[in-house]
């Protein structure tokens, strides 16, 4: 595992941030870090996923 994603080394407010309702969401700065998509529609994705329609628009 790539040491800095590690769960334990993950900065709030620079990997992500909490919602308004609780939900941990990640910032396109920690998509980058990891380097693919996941293809779970994620809020601030940099790779373009569109999860309505299974593509990548980047």
Do not use: A, Q, V
Request: charged share 30%; proline share 5%; hydrophobic share 10%.
């Amino acid at each position: 595992m790539n040491n800095e994603l590690n769960p334990n080394n993950l900065k709030e407010g620079e990997d992500f941030y909490y919602t308004p309702e609780g939900y941990k969401c990640f910032t396109e700065k920690y998509h980058l870090k990891r380097g693919y998509c996941c293809k779970s529609g994620c809020r601030h994705c940099p790779y373009g996923f569109d999860k309505k329609t299974g593509t990548n628009k980047k």
